[in-house]
């Protein structure tokens, strides 16, 4: 997945949740966080299908 889209998909869970998504840049990383939610992003253009799904479900609250 395109990190552009992993972008713009954790920008939809958060304004379904009615809060907004922090990014915060790191060294290697950006973090961002969802309400409660916190995670880091690589800051590769093509983010791992799995890694990404994966963010999306925590950030969805699956845990």
Known sequence: MKHG?????INRIAK????KAIYT???RHTHVRVGE???????????NELTAKG???FLEGGK
């Open 55 to 57: 963010i999306l479900k």
């Open 5 to 9: 889209e992993l972008v713009k998909r």
């Open 16 to 19: 379904a949740q009615g809060v």
């Open 37 to 47: 939610c916190r995670t880091t992003l690589p800051r590769h253009s093509d983010v």
């Open 25 to 27: 840049e790191g060294t």
